[in-house]
């Protein structure tokens, strides 16, 4: 009797000591997930996505800081910023004091926007499946001077401030490691500011200097990123005014 006494305390025993573990696992699992770049909505105590200083945004609150003499697209810093998770697309310029990246999301990561469900959603993506681009008026044409747009597109956020500070802070560290001379990196999410931007880079492409539409670009981050009035229009319909009749 004393042994099958034992022998159930044992199974017992290692019953238990099975569960803990699996439990011990499953949390280990659950916390390596909200401390990896595919979770930026949890916001657990130490995750290291957060961990020291703010590396985004305004940081040093000093007059005309947007005010920049020069401007210049980084393929490298556009191609690093958009293999982050959650990240769909970056376009990233520098200037002679920040960094300004335009990005776009996708479902690579969960919590990139800070609140709100599918109905804060800001792209309509059925139309692909009924094989057209427009699902509200039926056109399959797509107009490829937008690179963000409301039908098919990659995921937009109108306001910056309605981005994961989790996502802002990875996005600032991997831009600060490459570049570590700029002052402050900004970071929107907004679909005007993308198609935009993606014109200003579609000049670096092509080679052609962009020192003609600094003014054009100082004006747009100020009303991105500190409450500008003016907003400049995009390099096309400025090109098509520019034009005789």
Known sequence: MKKRAACRNLLVFLSAVTLTGMT????????????????????????????GSKMYGTTSNVPGQ??????????????????????????VFLTDKNAYAAISTD???TGTRKSGGHGTREQ??????????N??????????QRIVTPYNSQLSINDHNEISSELKQTIAVHVRRLAPAVQEVHISANKEFNNH?????????AGRSLTPWLTSFNK??????????????????????????
């Open 24 to 51: 011990l696992t499953g949390c280990n699992y659950e916390r390596k997930v909200q401390n990896s770049t595919f979770d930026y909505g949890s916001k657990r105590k130490g995750d290291p996505k957060m961990l």
């Open 124 to 133: 309509d993506n059925s139309g692909s499946t009924e094989g057209v681009y």
């Open 66 to 91: 947007h005010d920049n003499h020069w401007l210049e697209y980084s393929s490298l810093l556009s191609t690093d910023v958009s293999n982050i998770n959650g990240v769909a697309a970056a376009i």
């Open 197 to 205: 931007i993606i014109q200003y880079a579609q000049e670096a492409w």
């Open 107 to 109: 479902w690579t990561a």
């Open 135 to 144: 699902v509200d008026t039926g056109s399959p044409y797509w107009n490829n």
């Open 220 to 245: 747009l981050v100020k009303h991105q990123f500190v409450g500008g009035h003016d907003v400049p229009e995009p390099i096309d319909i400025q090109r098509k005014r520019s034009r005789p009749e």
